[in-house]
């Protein structure tokens, strides 16, 4: 079992140092009393990092950069871990390509961080998406099915 808005808050503490090196904002939102969802604690995480790493490169080099992260419970049951940022958004080029191993926008990257941050997610039952937001920025977010007691 997993707390997901404990894990976030988690992650957050970690990445503290760097995000304030960067002079980025975060901002975190947990739904309160959440139950645990069924997965893996440290693969769930590193998801969680690989989105903020991401947002955070996303933002770098922008006017007021900010990120957000927000953990809710859908009425379904399942939980939504989504990761926001201020930056550019995502190209029209790169929507249908965004998952798939190999692709990045930038030129040091690897392009495997979203594309192994899916195959996990999805080993545990969930799935995985990214889209624009209005005004500007991305969100991606993961959704993970309620723990089966």
């Not at 079992?1 to 503290?16: A, N, S, T």
């Not at 069924?38 to 990092?49: E, N, T």
């Not at 965004?98 to 799935?127: H, K, N, Q, W």
């Amino acid at each position: 079992p997993v707390d997901l808005g404990q894990m976030v808050r988690e992650v957050r503490e970690i990445m503290k140092s760097g995000l304030s090196m960067r002079g980025i904002t975060v901002s975190t939102e947990c739904e309160p009393d959440l139950p645990s969802v069924a997965a893996d604690r440290i693969q769930i995480q590193q998801v969680v990092v690989n989105l903020v790493t991401n947002a955070m490169q996303a933002v770098e080099g922008r006017r007021d950069p900010k990120l957000s992260v927000v953990v809710r419970r859908r009425q379904d049951g399942w939980q939504v871990v989504s990761v926001a940022d201020s930056g550019a958004g995502i190209a029209p080029s790169m929507q249908s390509t965004l998952f798939e191993p190999f692709t990045s926008t930038r030129a040091d990257g690897l392009g495997m961080g979203l594309s192994i941050s899916r195959t996990i997610v999805e080993s545990f039952g969930g799935r995985m998406w990214a889209e624009n937001q209005t005004q500007s920025g991305a969100i991606v977010s993961f959704a993970l099915p309620p723990e089966r007691l």
